[in-house]
Protein backbone atom coordinates (compact mmCIF):
# COMPACT_ATOMS: atom_id res chain seq x y z
CA UNK A 1 0.00 0.00 0.00
CA UNK A 2 0.91 3.77 -0.52
CA UNK A 3 1.50 6.07 2.25
CA UNK A 4 -1.72 8.07 1.08
CA UNK A 5 -3.57 4.61 0.95
CA UNK A 6 -2.16 3.38 4.69
CA UNK A 7 -2.91 6.67 6.27
CA UNK A 8 -6.69 6.64 4.51
CA UNK A 9 -7.22 3.53 5.92
CA UNK A 10 -6.08 4.60 9.39
CA UNK A 11 -8.31 7.83 9.07
CA UNK A 12 -10.84 5.92 8.45
CA UNK A 13 -11.03 4.03 11.68
CA UNK A 14 -10.45 7.01 13.31
CA UNK A 15 -13.51 8.56 11.82
CA UNK A 16 -15.64 5.28 12.89
CA UNK A 17 -14.41 6.01 16.50
CA UNK A 18 -15.39 9.60 16.09
CA UNK A 19 -18.83 8.54 14.98
CA UNK A 20 -18.89 6.40 18.03
CA UNK A 21 -17.83 9.25 20.39
CA UNK A 22 -20.93 11.30 18.68
CA UNK A 23 -23.36 8.32 19.49
CA UNK A 24 -22.47 8.79 23.16
CA UNK A 25 -23.40 12.00 23.35
CA UNK A 26 -26.68 11.55 21.37
CA UNK A 27 -27.30 9.03 24.08
CA UNK A 28 -26.68 11.63 27.16
CA UNK A 29 -29.00 14.30 25.66
CA UNK A 30 -31.70 10.98 24.80
CA UNK A 31 -31.93 7.88 26.80
CA UNK A 32 -29.56 7.64 29.19
CA UNK A 33 -30.14 7.24 32.86
CA UNK A 34 -30.07 10.06 35.11
CA UNK A 35 -27.63 8.27 37.58
CA UNK A 36 -25.19 7.79 34.92
CA UNK A 37 -23.28 10.66 34.62
CA UNK A 38 -20.29 10.15 36.65
CA UNK A 39 -19.76 6.89 34.75
CA UNK A 40 -20.56 8.88 31.02
CA UNK A 41 -17.61 11.11 31.94
CA UNK A 42 -15.33 8.46 32.66
CA UNK A 43 -16.27 6.98 28.99
CA UNK A 44 -16.15 10.68 27.08
CA UNK A 45 -12.94 10.98 28.97
CA UNK A 46 -10.95 7.41 27.66
CA UNK A 47 -12.91 7.57 24.52
CA UNK A 48 -11.08 10.87 23.76
CA UNK A 49 -8.06 9.54 24.90
CA UNK A 50 -8.20 7.47 22.24
CA UNK A 51 -8.57 9.27 19.43
CA UNK A 52 -6.45 12.06 20.64
CA UNK A 53 -3.35 9.46 20.49
CA UNK A 54 -4.51 8.13 17.26
CA UNK A 55 -5.02 11.85 15.80
CA UNK A 56 -1.29 12.54 16.98
CA UNK A 57 0.09 9.36 16.16
CA UNK A 58 3.56 10.17 14.67
CA UNK A 59 2.86 8.15 11.91
CA UNK A 60 0.22 10.20 10.36
CA UNK A 61 3.37 12.99 10.05
CA UNK A 62 5.50 10.24 8.25
CA UNK A 63 2.45 9.56 5.35
CA UNK A 64 2.22 13.22 5.03
CA UNK A 65 5.72 13.52 4.24
CA UNK A 66 5.68 10.98 1.61
CA UNK A 67 1.61 10.55 0.78
CA UNK A 68 0.95 11.42 -2.71
CA UNK A 69 -2.74 12.35 -4.03
CA UNK A 70 -4.20 10.60 -6.65
CA UNK A 71 -6.56 13.42 -7.47
CA UNK A 72 -7.84 17.17 -6.47
CA UNK A 73 -10.10 15.53 -3.71
CA UNK A 74 -7.09 13.29 -2.56
CA UNK A 75 -5.40 16.73 -2.38
CA UNK A 76 -8.47 18.44 0.09
CA UNK A 77 -8.36 14.60 2.03
CA UNK A 78 -4.43 15.46 2.87
CA UNK A 79 -4.76 19.20 3.96
CA UNK A 80 -7.98 17.93 6.32
CA UNK A 81 -5.88 15.48 8.12
CA UNK A 82 -2.29 17.85 8.04
CA UNK A 83 -4.92 20.81 9.50
CA UNK A 84 -6.12 18.02 12.62
CA UNK A 85 -2.91 16.46 12.85
CA UNK A 86 -1.13 19.81 13.64
CA UNK A 87 -3.81 21.24 15.64
CA UNK A 88 -4.37 18.42 17.88
CA UNK A 89 -1.16 17.94 18.64
CA UNK A 90 -0.34 21.53 20.16
CA UNK A 91 -2.93 20.00 22.65
CA UNK A 92 -1.83 18.08 25.72
CA UNK A 93 -3.60 14.77 25.51
CA UNK A 94 -4.40 15.43 29.48
CA UNK A 95 -5.98 18.33 29.06
CA UNK A 96 -8.22 17.04 25.81
CA UNK A 97 -9.10 14.12 28.09
CA UNK A 98 -9.81 16.73 31.41
CA UNK A 99 -12.21 18.61 28.73
CA UNK A 100 -14.30 15.97 27.80
CA UNK A 101 -14.94 14.85 31.50
CA UNK A 102 -15.44 18.10 32.48
CA UNK A 103 -18.00 18.59 29.75
CA UNK A 104 -19.75 15.64 30.14
CA UNK A 105 -20.18 16.56 33.95
CA UNK A 106 -21.24 20.11 33.18
CA UNK A 107 -23.72 19.21 30.51
CA UNK A 108 -25.62 17.49 33.58
CA UNK A 109 -24.66 20.31 36.05
CA UNK A 110 -26.21 23.12 33.56
CA UNK A 111 -29.44 20.82 33.01
CA UNK A 112 -30.33 20.89 36.45
CA UNK A 113 -29.35 24.29 37.09
CA UNK A 114 -31.87 25.53 34.23
CA UNK A 115 -34.70 23.28 35.79
CA UNK A 116 -33.97 24.74 39.13
CA UNK A 117 -32.71 28.41 37.65
CA UNK A 118 -30.19 28.76 39.76
CA UNK A 119 -26.90 30.46 37.88
CA UNK A 120 -24.90 29.74 41.49
CA UNK A 121 -25.39 25.83 40.97
CA UNK A 122 -23.42 26.12 36.99
CA UNK A 123 -21.04 28.66 37.69
CA UNK A 124 -18.27 26.75 39.54
CA UNK A 125 -18.33 23.74 36.50
CA UNK A 126 -18.43 26.66 33.72
CA UNK A 127 -15.71 28.22 35.14
CA UNK A 128 -13.54 24.60 35.35
CA UNK A 129 -15.01 24.65 31.66
CA UNK A 130 -13.93 28.50 30.50
CA UNK A 131 -10.34 27.77 32.15
CA UNK A 132 -9.72 24.34 30.45
CA UNK A 133 -10.71 26.60 27.40
CA UNK A 134 -8.86 29.14 27.50
CA UNK A 135 -6.11 27.11 28.19
CA UNK A 136 -6.48 24.75 25.10
CA UNK A 137 -6.91 28.11 22.99
CA UNK A 138 -3.74 29.53 24.15
CA UNK A 139 -1.99 26.14 22.97
CA UNK A 140 -3.69 26.21 19.54
CA UNK A 141 -3.45 29.88 19.14
CA UNK A 142 0.84 30.14 19.61
CA UNK A 143 0.85 33.11 20.58
CA UNK A 144 -2.42 34.70 18.37
CA UNK A 145 -5.87 35.42 19.48
CA UNK A 146 -7.18 33.05 21.92
CA UNK A 147 -10.91 33.54 20.28
CA UNK A 148 -9.71 33.25 16.71
CA UNK A 149 -7.88 29.83 17.89
CA UNK A 150 -10.91 28.45 19.03
CA UNK A 151 -13.34 29.75 16.02
CA UNK A 152 -11.12 27.42 13.81
CA UNK A 153 -13.09 23.98 14.85
CA UNK A 154 -16.30 25.55 13.95
CA UNK A 155 -15.62 28.21 10.87
CA UNK A 156 -12.21 27.25 9.42
CA UNK A 157 -10.66 30.55 8.04
CA UNK A 158 -13.00 33.23 9.93
CA UNK A 159 -11.71 35.59 12.31
CA UNK A 160 -13.39 37.37 15.09
CA UNK A 161 -12.69 40.47 13.43
CA UNK A 162 -14.19 39.76 10.19
CA UNK A 163 -17.24 38.92 12.03
CA UNK A 164 -17.46 41.82 14.15
CA UNK A 165 -17.15 43.77 11.52
CA UNK A 166 -20.06 42.00 9.63
CA UNK A 167 -22.17 41.79 12.41
CA UNK A 168 -21.77 45.29 12.34
CA UNK A 169 -23.04 45.86 9.03
CA UNK A 170 -26.31 43.75 10.17
CA UNK A 171 -26.77 45.47 13.68
CA UNK A 172 -28.68 48.59 12.32
CA UNK A 173 -30.96 47.54 9.76
CA UNK A 174 -31.93 44.60 12.24
CA UNK A 175 -32.99 46.92 15.40
CA UNK A 176 -34.39 49.45 12.91
CA UNK A 177 -36.50 47.03 11.17
CA UNK A 178 -37.07 45.74 14.71
CA UNK A 179 -38.42 49.16 15.57
CA UNK A 180 -40.52 49.30 12.62
CA UNK A 181 -42.30 46.30 13.00
CA UNK A 182 -43.28 46.28 16.81
CA UNK A 183 -44.22 49.74 16.14
CA UNK A 184 -46.80 48.87 13.15
CA UNK A 185 -50.19 48.69 14.18
CA UNK A 186 -51.22 45.59 12.25
CA UNK A 187 -52.84 43.18 14.18
CA UNK A 188 -51.23 39.81 13.47
CA UNK A 189 -52.72 36.35 15.03
CA UNK A 190 -51.48 34.21 17.41
CA UNK A 191 -52.06 30.49 17.87
CA UNK A 192 -53.74 30.36 21.39
CA UNK A 193 -54.70 26.89 22.76
CA UNK A 194 -53.10 23.42 23.47
CA UNK A 195 -52.09 21.27 20.36
CA UNK A 196 -52.14 17.21 21.54
CA UNK A 197 -48.38 15.85 21.83
CA UNK A 198 -49.50 13.10 19.35
CA UNK A 199 -50.93 15.55 16.62
CA UNK A 200 -47.50 17.66 17.19
CA UNK A 201 -44.94 14.71 16.51
CA UNK A 202 -47.41 13.23 13.77
CA UNK A 203 -46.72 16.34 11.41
CA UNK A 204 -43.51 16.49 12.63
CA UNK A 205 -42.65 13.49 10.80
CA UNK A 206 -44.86 14.31 7.63
CA UNK A 207 -42.30 17.44 7.52
CA UNK A 208 -39.29 15.55 8.21
CA UNK A 209 -40.30 13.58 5.26
CA UNK A 210 -41.31 15.96 2.98
CA UNK A 211 -38.20 17.72 3.44
CA UNK A 212 -36.17 14.73 2.06
CA UNK A 213 -34.73 12.94 5.81
CA UNK A 214 -34.10 9.76 5.33
CA UNK A 215 -35.77 7.20 7.91
CA UNK A 216 -34.16 4.56 6.93
CA UNK A 217 -30.48 5.99 7.82
CA UNK A 218 -31.84 8.09 10.73
CA UNK A 219 -34.17 8.49 13.68
CA UNK A 220 -36.49 11.00 15.44
CA UNK A 221 -36.14 11.62 19.49
CA UNK A 222 -37.19 14.10 21.96
CA UNK A 223 -34.75 16.57 23.77
CA UNK A 224 -34.42 19.46 25.96
CA UNK A 225 -32.50 21.39 23.48
CA UNK A 226 -32.88 19.66 19.69
CA UNK A 227 -29.63 18.94 17.31
CA UNK A 228 -28.95 16.62 15.06
CA UNK A 229 -26.04 13.91 15.06
CA UNK A 230 -23.86 11.38 12.92
CA UNK A 231 -23.14 11.96 9.44
CA UNK A 232 -23.02 9.38 6.76
CA UNK A 233 -25.11 6.31 6.96
CA UNK A 234 -26.41 7.21 10.75
CA UNK A 235 -27.90 10.25 11.41
CA UNK A 236 -30.38 11.26 13.81
CA UNK A 237 -32.20 14.35 14.80
CA UNK A 238 -34.29 15.35 18.15
CA UNK A 239 -37.29 17.92 18.63
CA UNK A 240 -39.28 19.17 21.27
CA UNK A 241 -43.01 20.24 22.24
CA UNK A 242 -44.72 22.46 23.81
CA UNK A 243 -48.62 21.96 24.05
CA UNK A 244 -49.63 25.93 23.04
CA UNK A 245 -46.41 26.47 20.72
CA UNK A 246 -46.66 23.59 17.94
CA UNK A 247 -44.47 25.51 15.67
CA UNK A 248 -41.45 25.39 18.33
CA UNK A 249 -42.11 21.40 17.06
CA UNK A 250 -42.46 21.91 13.63
CA UNK A 251 -39.19 24.29 13.34
CA UNK A 252 -37.64 22.72 15.26
CA UNK A 253 -37.59 19.37 13.10
CA UNK A 254 -37.69 21.49 9.85
CA UNK A 255 -34.15 23.05 11.13
CA UNK A 256 -32.95 19.71 12.47
CA UNK A 257 -33.44 18.19 8.91
CA UNK A 258 -31.52 20.99 7.36
CA UNK A 259 -28.34 19.80 9.26
CA UNK A 260 -28.96 16.13 9.04
CA UNK A 261 -29.97 15.86 5.21
CA UNK A 262 -26.33 17.91 4.46
CA UNK A 263 -25.01 14.81 6.25
CA UNK A 264 -27.13 12.77 4.73
CA UNK A 265 -26.25 13.85 1.12
CA UNK A 266 -22.42 14.19 1.00
CA UNK A 267 -20.81 11.65 -1.49
CA UNK A 268 -20.80 8.64 -0.39
CA UNK A 269 -17.12 8.24 -1.94
CA UNK A 270 -16.01 10.30 1.39
CA UNK A 271 -17.91 7.65 3.79
CA UNK A 272 -15.54 7.69 6.78
CA UNK A 273 -13.08 10.03 5.48
CA UNK A 274 -12.20 13.75 6.38
CA UNK A 275 -14.10 15.13 3.67
CA UNK A 276 -17.04 13.27 4.92
CA UNK A 277 -19.09 15.64 6.51
CA UNK A 278 -20.16 19.43 6.55
CA UNK A 279 -17.53 21.69 6.18
CA UNK A 280 -18.02 24.04 8.88
CA UNK A 281 -20.93 24.90 11.13
CA UNK A 282 -21.62 27.83 9.59
CA UNK A 283 -22.39 26.37 6.36
CA UNK A 284 -24.45 23.69 8.45
CA UNK A 285 -26.50 26.01 9.58
CA UNK A 286 -27.07 27.57 6.38
CA UNK A 287 -28.75 24.93 5.38
CA UNK A 288 -31.20 24.16 8.41
CA UNK A 289 -32.23 27.87 7.95
CA UNK A 290 -32.90 27.98 4.49
CA UNK A 291 -34.60 24.90 5.26
CA UNK A 292 -37.02 26.53 8.38
CA UNK A 293 -36.97 30.13 6.76
CA UNK A 294 -37.03 30.84 3.24
CA UNK A 295 -38.59 27.55 2.73
CA UNK A 296 -40.40 26.74 5.83
CA UNK A 297 -41.67 29.78 7.12
CA UNK A 298 -42.39 30.95 3.66
CA UNK A 299 -46.19 32.09 2.38
CA UNK A 300 -46.43 29.11 -0.07
CA UNK A 301 -45.11 26.33 1.92
CA UNK A 302 -47.21 27.21 5.01
CA UNK A 303 -50.59 27.56 2.93
CA UNK A 304 -49.70 23.55 2.63
CA UNK A 305 -49.17 22.83 6.46
CA UNK A 306 -51.63 25.36 6.81
CA UNK A 307 -53.72 22.11 6.06
CA UNK A 308 -51.77 19.80 7.68
CA UNK A 309 -52.75 21.64 10.81
CA UNK A 310 -56.99 21.61 9.88
CA UNK A 311 -56.78 17.77 8.77
CA UNK A 312 -54.61 17.06 12.19
CA UNK A 313 -56.35 19.33 14.62
CA UNK A 314 -59.73 21.00 13.15
CA UNK A 315 -60.42 24.67 13.48
CA UNK A 316 -57.79 25.95 15.62
CA UNK A 317 -58.49 29.31 15.93
CA UNK A 318 -56.46 30.67 12.79
CA UNK A 319 -59.24 31.23 9.92
CA UNK A 320 -57.17 31.58 6.33
CA UNK A 321 -53.83 30.46 5.02
CA UNK A 322 -52.44 34.09 5.35
CA UNK A 323 -53.12 34.13 8.87
CA UNK A 324 -51.72 30.93 9.58
CA UNK A 325 -48.46 33.05 7.87
CA UNK A 326 -48.74 35.69 9.60
CA UNK A 327 -48.83 34.39 12.67
CA UNK A 328 -45.64 31.30 11.50
CA UNK A 329 -44.23 34.76 11.48
CA UNK A 330 -45.00 36.60 14.30
CA UNK A 331 -42.83 39.38 16.08
CA UNK A 332 -41.87 39.20 19.80
CA UNK A 333 -39.03 40.20 21.78
CA UNK A 334 -39.07 36.63 23.52
CA UNK A 335 -36.27 35.59 25.79
CA UNK A 336 -35.47 32.07 23.96
CA UNK A 337 -32.91 32.22 21.15
CA UNK A 338 -34.07 29.04 19.55
CA UNK A 339 -37.57 30.37 19.69
CA UNK A 340 -36.86 33.68 18.37
CA UNK A 341 -38.17 35.11 14.94
CA UNK A 342 -36.46 36.00 12.15
CA UNK A 343 -36.31 39.59 12.89
CA UNK A 344 -34.81 38.99 16.48
CA UNK A 345 -32.99 35.71 15.79
CA UNK A 346 -29.63 37.44 14.73
CA UNK A 347 -29.84 39.59 17.88
CA UNK A 348 -30.00 36.62 20.20
CA UNK A 349 -26.96 35.70 18.36
CA UNK A 350 -24.70 39.10 18.43
CA UNK A 351 -25.33 39.11 22.74
CA UNK A 352 -23.76 35.88 23.00
CA UNK A 353 -20.74 36.16 20.46
CA UNK A 354 -20.06 39.57 22.19
CA UNK A 355 -20.37 37.87 25.86
CA UNK A 356 -18.01 35.05 24.97
CA UNK A 357 -15.54 36.93 23.16
CA UNK A 358 -15.54 38.60 26.51
CA UNK A 359 -15.01 35.66 28.50
CA UNK A 360 -12.28 34.20 26.26
CA UNK A 361 -10.07 37.05 26.80
CA UNK A 362 -10.52 37.35 29.89
CA UNK A 363 -12.03 41.20 30.64
CA UNK A 364 -15.55 39.26 32.12
CA UNK A 365 -15.39 36.62 34.43
CA UNK A 366 -18.02 33.28 35.01
CA UNK A 367 -19.53 35.38 38.07
CA UNK A 368 -20.29 38.45 36.12
CA UNK A 369 -22.20 37.09 33.66
CA UNK A 370 -25.54 37.29 34.42
CA UNK A 371 -25.38 40.54 35.07
CA UNK A 372 -23.40 41.53 31.64
CA UNK A 373 -26.49 39.42 29.66
CA UNK A 374 -29.51 41.11 31.38
CA UNK A 375 -28.00 44.21 30.62
CA UNK A 376 -27.23 43.59 27.41
CA UNK A 377 -30.32 42.09 26.71
CA UNK A 378 -32.75 45.19 27.99
CA UNK A 379 -30.96 47.53 26.19
CA UNK A 380 -31.17 44.98 22.43
CA UNK A 381 -34.82 43.44 23.58
CA UNK A 382 -36.46 46.29 25.85
CA UNK A 383 -37.11 43.35 27.93
CA UNK A 384 -35.88 42.35 31.18
CA UNK A 385 -34.71 38.64 32.16
CA UNK A 386 -37.02 37.33 34.51
CA UNK A 387 -35.49 34.07 35.38
CA UNK A 388 -32.11 32.68 33.99
CA UNK A 389 -33.21 30.20 32.51
CA UNK A 390 -34.79 32.80 30.30
CA UNK A 391 -31.54 34.37 30.04
CA UNK A 392 -28.11 32.85 30.80
CA UNK A 393 -28.36 29.65 31.19
CA UNK A 394 -31.05 28.43 28.38
CA UNK A 395 -28.31 27.61 25.88
CA UNK A 396 -26.06 24.72 26.13
CA UNK A 397 -23.20 25.35 24.75
CA UNK A 398 -21.01 26.71 27.17
CA UNK A 399 -20.82 23.82 29.14
CA UNK A 400 -19.97 21.74 26.43
CA UNK A 401 -17.00 24.33 25.65
CA UNK A 402 -18.31 25.55 22.26
CA UNK A 403 -16.97 29.10 22.68
CA UNK A 404 -16.73 30.22 18.83
CA UNK A 405 -19.86 28.36 17.95
CA UNK A 406 -22.55 30.72 18.48
CA UNK A 407 -21.61 33.66 15.66
CA UNK A 408 -22.08 30.66 12.85
CA UNK A 409 -25.63 30.78 13.80
CA UNK A 410 -25.92 34.06 12.13
CA UNK A 411 -22.82 33.89 9.49
CA UNK A 412 -25.58 30.75 8.51
CA UNK A 413 -28.55 33.25 8.20
CA UNK A 414 -26.30 35.24 5.80
CA UNK A 415 -25.19 32.19 3.67
CA UNK A 416 -28.65 31.05 3.42
CA UNK A 417 -29.51 34.38 2.25
CA UNK A 418 -27.12 34.47 -0.50
CA UNK A 419 -27.73 30.95 -1.29
CA UNK A 420 -31.64 31.73 -1.11
CA UNK A 421 -31.40 34.99 -3.59
CA UNK A 422 -29.14 32.40 -5.99
CA UNK A 423 -31.36 29.40 -5.91
CA UNK A 424 -34.66 31.73 -6.82
CA UNK A 425 -32.80 33.02 -9.80
CA UNK A 426 -31.46 29.63 -11.19
CA UNK A 427 -34.73 27.64 -10.09
CA UNK A 428 -38.24 28.78 -11.37
CA UNK A 429 -41.35 27.28 -9.82
CA UNK A 430 -39.99 26.60 -6.44
CA UNK A 431 -43.11 28.33 -4.73
CA UNK A 432 -45.68 26.70 -6.89
CA UNK A 433 -43.89 23.29 -5.83
CA UNK A 434 -43.73 24.24 -2.10
CA UNK A 435 -47.38 25.00 -2.12
CA UNK A 436 -48.10 21.55 -2.70
CA UNK A 437 -45.80 20.18 0.10
CA UNK A 438 -42.87 19.55 -2.12
CA UNK A 439 -39.83 21.14 -1.41
CA UNK A 440 -37.20 19.21 -4.47
CA UNK A 441 -36.64 21.84 -6.66
CA UNK A 442 -34.70 23.60 -3.73
CA UNK A 443 -33.34 21.06 -1.54
CA UNK A 444 -32.31 19.38 -5.04
CA UNK A 445 -30.25 22.63 -5.68
CA UNK A 446 -29.08 22.75 -2.52
CA UNK A 447 -27.90 18.92 -2.71
CA UNK A 448 -25.88 19.39 -5.95
CA UNK A 449 -24.38 23.29 -4.89
CA UNK A 450 -23.38 22.65 -1.66
CA UNK A 451 -23.91 19.39 0.50
CA UNK A 452 -22.88 16.70 -1.91
CA UNK A 453 -19.28 18.26 -1.66
CA UNK A 454 -18.67 17.71 2.22
CA UNK A 455 -15.72 19.32 2.82
CA UNK A 456 -14.39 19.26 -0.56
CA UNK A 457 -14.20 23.05 -0.52
CA UNK A 458 -13.54 25.54 2.03
CA UNK A 459 -16.38 27.82 3.72
CA UNK A 460 -16.37 30.76 1.50
CA UNK A 461 -15.22 28.86 -1.44
CA UNK A 462 -18.36 27.03 -1.42
CA UNK A 463 -20.75 29.33 -0.72
CA UNK A 464 -19.11 31.90 -3.69
CA UNK A 465 -18.81 28.77 -5.90
CA UNK A 466 -22.86 27.89 -5.40
CA UNK A 467 -23.60 31.82 -6.01
CA UNK A 468 -21.37 33.50 -8.15
CA UNK A 469 -20.61 35.74 -5.22
CA UNK A 470 -18.58 36.72 -1.84
CA UNK A 471 -20.83 36.37 0.54
CA UNK A 472 -22.59 39.14 2.10
CA UNK A 473 -25.09 40.16 4.81
CA UNK A 474 -27.03 42.30 2.06
CA UNK A 475 -29.41 39.30 0.57
CA UNK A 476 -30.37 38.54 4.21
CA UNK A 477 -31.21 42.20 5.03
CA UNK A 478 -33.14 42.64 1.77
CA UNK A 479 -35.21 39.38 2.49
CA UNK A 480 -35.85 40.39 5.66
CA UNK A 481 -37.01 43.34 5.49
CA UNK A 482 -39.59 42.94 2.56
CA UNK A 483 -40.99 39.72 4.13
CA UNK A 484 -42.04 41.24 7.33
CA UNK A 485 -42.62 44.96 5.68
CA UNK A 486 -45.21 43.04 3.67
CA UNK A 487 -46.41 41.02 7.08
CA UNK A 488 -46.90 44.16 9.28
CA UNK A 489 -47.26 46.39 6.56
CA UNK A 490 -43.77 48.68 6.98
Excluded at 214 to 224: E, S
Excluded at 339 to 347: P, R
Excluded at 385 to 398: A, F, I
Amino acid sequence: MTAFQNLMAFQRETEALGQVMGRLGWDQETVMPAGAGAQRAEEMGALDGVLHGRRTDPRIGEWLETAEAPDAAGVRQLEEIRFSFERTQRVPAKLSAALARTTSLAHRVWAEAREANDFAMFAPKLSEVLDLTREKAAALADGGDLYDALLQDFEPGATGAELEAMFGALRPRLVALRERVLGSERQVPAMDREFAEAGQLAISTVLAQAFGYDAAHGRIDKAVHPFSSGSGLDVRITTRTELRNPSNCFYSTIHEVGHATYEQNVDRAYLLTPLGSGVSMGVHESQSRIYENQLGRSRAFTGWLYGKMRDEFGDFGVRTEDDFYAAINRCNSGFIRTEADEVHYNLHVLLRFDLERELVAGRLEVADLPEAWNARFFNDFGVKVDVPSNGVLQDVHWSEALFGYFPTYTLGNVYAGCLNEAMRAQVSGIDEALALGETRLATDWLKTNIQQYGKRYLPKDLIEKATGAVPSEAPLLDYLDTKFGEIYGV
